[in-house]
């Protein structure tokens, strides 16, 4: 009977091993797919839908949502991406490339016969031990010296499709963060910054708005102002439009005399509800989106415009608090209780002429400092949403300083030097850890050697320059990809917030631990 019991055993084990195998190569695939959109010089995916939408990018975490993947632990990598897109914004293919790098040297680790609770251990302890390393080379920076933060939203900006405008879009973003935290602030709520799009003009044309910015055109049907100063808005949340019954019914009018009864009577319920608003004193009417019955009519369009009220009507749900928060108007659900109290005021409301077509802006709000508008223009919708998911990554860097408030030199330089010092900290090690920690610092030497081949160098000999300059106690020796070299990449004002970093080495860390750790897969039905 025992021989039995131990070729059990055995195909118990060549099980485990061939699904950690089968675990590791999908999740490498994954990391491999985004490898080469990694830095300034790398390429951008084209993704179509089913659609025939088409969204160019080189966003990891944008690339990885759109992407249809099947295995359960290359979504794992999917979701790293979006983790590191939550915690700090940027450095979301840097964190997949890492692990797809973790997860190759394990599988070598594994082919020795080293235990995989053995290499979660030491890549934890490689992990905190980074974290300490990439700590002693970052700088404390001032939230006030807004040079150095142009300089960190330049470098996110860097790498993406839209690099050329970097020197635009960098200090809007830099000014539109300034404008909403306190200086003892420890986060910030990016829902204050609405980024509004319109196609027509190019990127240059980008502003920063104080106060409102409306996609939509001001209702002009029957000849309402286009333009009113020491505006008070009003926001309804109701219907200016005859009611309707709860219940699907016909009523059937066969009499022309009852026929204008109801017309008049629709026509009185209307006018009722425009001199309610008018005489609260708005003139200035934003009306909420509505999916149950018209939100306006031409009739009550036609009483407003008599009244010399502006209307602006499609307003979405998802707006009103932003629209709330910077007029300091409250939503009005029903119109009898419309009163001048929850009226809000601005200096100025005017349509004014874009690219293709009109916008509504809205200026002087009483609230500045609380929530400000950036306002994107491209050419194509194409460019529109990337320069959007850019202006996105370089807010999510500004937010991450004020998190934590150190940078540390880009171009490879963190990965390089967290890489050189953990191999020397490996050597104080004994046994199998001494082992998986350097194998955890050969890993780390990926992101160097992506940005090198990506920008078309000699990678080997550019990797092996860069190790050099790091031993001998260059810090901040980085791959300067514009020139072809390696520089001192902070003369090049290439910083990075010392939690892209951080977040990045730990996160895709507990991914590969969680991976390493399963050693079977149930199917349920």
């Not at 992407?67 to 999917?78: R, S």
Request: hydrophobic content about 40%; aromatic content about 2%.
């Amino acid at each position: 009977m025992a021989p039995k019991e131990h070729t059990v055993r055995t195909g118990d084990r060549a099980q485990e091993k061939s699904v950690r195998e089968s675990n590791i190569v999908a999740a490498k695939a994954v990391a491999d797919a985004v490898r080469t959109s990694l830095g300034p010089r790398g390429m951008d995916k084209m993704i179509s839908s089913p659609k025939g939408d088409v969204v160019i990018t080189n966003d990891g975490a944008t690339i990885l949502k759109q992407m249809e993947v099947a295995h359960p632990t290359a979504k794992m990598l999917v979701d790293l991406s979006k983790s590191q897109d939550v915690e700090a914004g940027d450095g979301t293919t840097t964190v997949t490339v890492i692990a797809g790098s973790l997860l190759n040297q394990c599988q070598i680790l594994l082919e020795k016969g080293i235990h995989p609770t053995v290499i979660s251990e030491s890549f934890l302890l490689a992990a905190r031990k980074s974290e300490e390393i990439l700590k002693s080379m970052s700088s404390p920076v001032d939230l006030t010296d807004r040079d150095e933060l142009i300089k960190a939203a330049t470098t996110s900006l860097n790498s993406k499709v839209i690099s050329n405008n970097s020197n635009t879009l960098a200090p809007l973003a830099v000014d539109a963060m300034l404008k909403i935290i306190e200086p003892t602030s420890t986060n910030v709520d990016l829902r204050d910054i609405a980024v509004v799009k319109k196609l027509g003009g190019t990127i240059d044309d980008t502003e920063l708005v104080d106060g409102l910015v409306f996609t939509q055109r001001a209702r002009h049907s029957a000849g309402g102002p286009g333009k009113v100063a020491n505006a008070k808005i009003g926001l309804i949340q109701f219907c200016l439009s005859a009611p309707k019954t709860d219940i699907e019914q016909d009523v059937v009018v066969s009499d022309y005399s009852q026929m204008d009864r109801i017309l008049k009577e629709e026509r009185q319920y209307i006018l009722a509800m425009c001199k309610k608003i008018k005489a609260a004193g708005c003139n200035v009417l934003l009306v909420q989106k509505s999916i149950l019955r018209d939100a306006v009519n031409d009739l009550s369009l036609h009483f407003l415009a008599k009244m010399k009220i502006l209307v602006v009507t499609d307003i979405e749900r998802d707006d009103i608090e932003f629209i709330s928060k910077t007029c300091g108007c409250l939503p009005v659900a029903n119109v009898d209780t419309f009163s001048a109290e929850k009226l809000g005021k601005a200096d100025l409301v005017e349509e004014k002429m874009t690219g293709e077509g009109k916008v509504v802006m809205v200026t002087g709000v009483p609230n500045s400092g609380k929530t400000v508008t950036l306002f994107c223009k491209a050419s194509n919708k194409m460019v529109l949403d990337e320069s959007e998911r850019s202006l996105h990554d370089a807010l999510c860097v500004l937010r991450c300083l004020v998190k934590q408030r150190y940078t540390c030199p880009g171009g490879g330089a963190p990965e390089m030097q967290v890489s050189y010092q953990l191999s020397k900290w490996a050597n104080g090690l004994e046994g199998m850890h001494q082992y998986c920690v350097r194998a955890f610092a050969e890993a780390m030497e990926v992101v160097p050697y992506t940005l090198a081949e990506n920008a078309g160098l000699n990678a080997i000999q550019v990797v092996t320059e860069l190790r050099n300059r790091h031993s001998m106690g260059e810090t901040s020796a980085g791959i300067n990809v514009r020139k072809g070299r390696v520089t001192n990449i902070e003369e090049e004002n290439v910083v990075v917030p010392l939690l892209v970093h951080t977040s990045a080495i730990t996160l895709a860390t507990e991914c590969v631990r969680l991976i390493l750790k399963i050693d079977d897969i149930v199917i349920t039905r």
